[in-house]
């Protein structure tokens, strides 16, 4: 089944501690991102990969990182996470139509 | 550049009634354009999509949508609704040749009261 996988689902840290969180899939599709999503604003980019070793920021980049070592994962990385960064992350990949597919999301709370 | 506006973010409809989420678009390419449908607690689902070919689009669940270029609009459609439709739908366009393709509006909730 093609599928886009994310853990971890749920997540409380406190801020400044670092965590990762990371997406896979199986439909070998080149490009693969990263949204947040939060009440009244809709989805927006963090951060997406063309291809392995091809990364670029989205609308919204600040405080993550990203890599993209292999073609099916690409791990979202928050360093030093802060209360703003409270939101509901969801990976996508997307094929040659521009359809996207969506991971089934991670809630994350930092305290 | 390209943007979504969702016209309404908020719509409430009786069971069995016709149910009109609008959107209106703008992007310097020719744009592909989707309907993504997010219930409560869930991930997001696609409910249809244009890519230039016909105008009048028909997706899952009774839903279709038309892409209007001149009006630059392309409007959810779905004749009855029904109670499992309720949940937010997201209008989306991509235009760009290949890099950041995905802009999404802001998301309209439907509510469908029995």
């Known amino acids: 089944e093609a599928q886009v996988t994310q853990n971890p689902r749920y997540l409380i840290t406190v801020t400044g501690k670092k965590l990762t969180v990371t997406c896979s899939q199986n439909m070998n599709h080149e490009y693969m991102s990263w949204y947040r999503q939060d009440p009244g604003l809709g989805l927006r980019q963090i951060y997406y990969s063309m291809n392995v070793e091809v990364t670029d920021k989205g609308d919204v980049p600040e405080g993550y990182k990203v890599s993209r070592k292999e073609k099916r994962n690409f791990p979202l990385i928050l360093e030093s996470p802060s209360p703003n960064q409270t939101s509901l992350y969801f990976c996508?990949?997307?094929?040659?139509?521009?359809?996207?597919?969506f991971g089934p999301g991670t809630r994350l709370t930092v305290t | 550049a390209q943007s979504v506006t969702q016209l309404d973010s908020h719509v409430s409809v009786s069971e069995g009634t016709p149910v009109l989420l609008r959107c209106n678009y703008s992007s310097s390419y020719s744009p592909s354009l989707f309907w993504y449908v997010q219930h409560p607690n869930k991930g997001l689902q696609l409910l249809l999509k244009?890519?230039?070919?016909?105008?009048l689009v028909k997706g899952i669940n009774g839903f279709e949508a038309e892409f209007k270029k001149s009006e630059t609009s392309f409007h959810l459609t779905k004749p009855s609704a029904h109670m499992s439709d309720a949940a937010e739908y997201f209008c989306v366009v991509s235009g760009d040749t290949g890099r950041r393709a995905l802009t999404f509006g802001s998301g309209t909730r439907l509510q469908v009261q029995p």
């Open positions: 244009y890519t230039s070919a016909a105008t």
């Open positions: 996508a990949t997307r094929d040659n139509s521009y359809e996207q597919y």
